[in-house]
């Protein structure tokens, strides 16, 4: 069974910086793209940074330039260093995966793990 499981959110103020990471386990044969994700408290799930498995990188643009997002692909892990934190980037944050896996029949599948909550407030 695979799981997606995220770390590092918390409490940060306005300017501060964070790093969340996931860590995909399982039976897995290979990883597509992954991402993060992200949802407000009343909005919907938006997406916020995405890298394939070559490295090419993707932002929203109410990101770019604060965010970075990187994998390890030795180690199934795709981390997001975000600087430059404002209170509009208060969210869950999900991680989200395109994983090869084996069974009767190879399938890719998507996958996601149950988020992080980030906070910035002074």
């Known amino acids: 069974q695979v799981q997606l499981v995220e770390s590092g959110g918390g409490l940060v103020q306005p300017g501060g910086s964070l790093r969340l990471s996931c860590a995909a386990s399982?039976?897995?044969?290979?990883?597509?793209?992954m991402g993060w994700f992200r949802q407000a408290p009343g909005k919907e799930r938006e997406l916020v940074a995405t890298?394939?498995?070559?490295?090419?990188?993707n932002y929203a643009d109410s990101v770019k330039d604060r965010f970075t997002i990187s994998r390890d692909n030795a180690k199934k892990m795709v981390d997001l260093q975000m600087n430059s934190l404002k209170a509009e980037d208060t969210a869950v944050y999900y991680c989200?995966?395109?994983?090869?896996?084996?069974?009767?029949?190879?399938?890719?599948?998507?996958?996601w793990g149950r988020g992080t909550l980030v906070t910035v407030s002074s």
């Open positions: 890298i394939s498995s070559g490295g090419y990188t």
């Open positions: 399982g039976t897995i044969f290979k990883i597509d793209d």
């Open positions: 989200n995966a395109r994983i090869l896996v084996g069974g009767s029949t190879w399938s890719w599948m998507n996958y």
